[in-house]
């Protein structure tokens, strides 16, 4: 008995142990993170004098390529970095600049002076958005209203949407169909980072493939029907040639949309009623 008691004994502080080694190296985790996201909050302000600096270096000639490139990789590292430590509104902004970045795509013709100054409003708003983090902020309702603002202005009269899909095909035919329409467009392959976005932006509509990596379409689509659409009416396309996908419930797709032969002209007409509901 009492070696039955002496074993049970070890094995309770052996226990223990192991939990308390778990907890204090969480906690020396959460305190590594903690400093490698005030380093990254220290350090933003030289980040975004960069990203400034190369937005006007766009227009003064000099190695066009080479600077575009390094304006789209600055304004990637620093989403990349805002998302790990949790700073989802600088990921938001960061996002919508690359969209507009995408617009040029390296190519110096295709390059205005009124695309430079949007370049250089979102730069300005990121800016804004570090002040309230340095203050400690938790809510960027006015800054979310006014990077809402700056993408209808940059696109007036248009509606917009969110793709999400890997497939290039999908891709080429959305392209083709809102070439001649008044939609503009963000483009993902990740439904995680979908949803983070549709969170944190205000989009008209969702297309998504059924098989999306981080999350899939349908769970996409019902996480937009159930936690984003109390606040905003967004309507949910689904691509798949699964035929046994509901559309009843409050949490399925709006449309449904085989993917099959038919499927440029199905999506055609989806998307041209939807521009129609805006």
Request: proline content about 1%.
């Amino acid at each position: 008995m009492a070696l039955k008691i002496i074993v049970y004994k070890h094995s309770h502080m052996t226990e223990m142990s192991i939990n308390n080694n778990s907890t204090n190296k969480l906690s020396h985790a959460e305190s590594v993170l903690q400093e490698l996201r005030q380093a990254y909050i220290d350090e933003l302000p030289h980040k975004l004098g960069i990203l400034e600096q190369l937005a006007l270096r766009l227009t003064h000639g000099g190695d066009f390529k080479k600077t575009y490139d390094e304006f789209f990789r600055c304004t990637h590292s620093v989403k990349g970095s805002a998302g790990t430590f949790g700073l989802y509104i600088l990921s938001s902004i960061c996002h919508q600049l690359e969209d507009q970045l995408k617009i040029v795509d390296g190519e110096s013709e295709r390059l205005t002076k009124q695309l430079v100054n949007y370049w250089l409003q979102y730069v300005d708003l990121m800016t804004e958005a570090l002040v309230d983090i340095q203050a400690g902020s938790d809510s960027f309702s006015g800054i979310e209203k006014k990077l809402d603002e700056l993408r209808r202005s940059a696109h007036p009269n248009t509606s917009t949407g969110i793709l999400v899909t890997s497939s290039r095909y999908i891709v080429e035919i959305c392209a083709s169909i809102i070439s001649e329409l008044p939609i503009h467009l963000s483009v993902l392959d990740n439904g995680y980072e979908a949803l983070g976005r549709i969170m944190q932006e205000n989009f008209d509509f969702v297309i998504t493939d059924k098989e999306t990596t981080g999350i899939n379409g349908i769970a996409l689509i019902a996480a937009t029907k159930l936690i984003v659409c109390s606040d905003k009416n967004i309507r949910c396309v689904l691509i798949t040639s699964d035929k046994t996908v509901r559309t009843l419930r409050d949490s399925d797709p709006d449309f449904v949309i085989a993917r099959n032969s038919g499927l440029a002209a199905k999506l055609q007409t989806v998307v041209s009623e939807l521009i129609l509901e805006v």
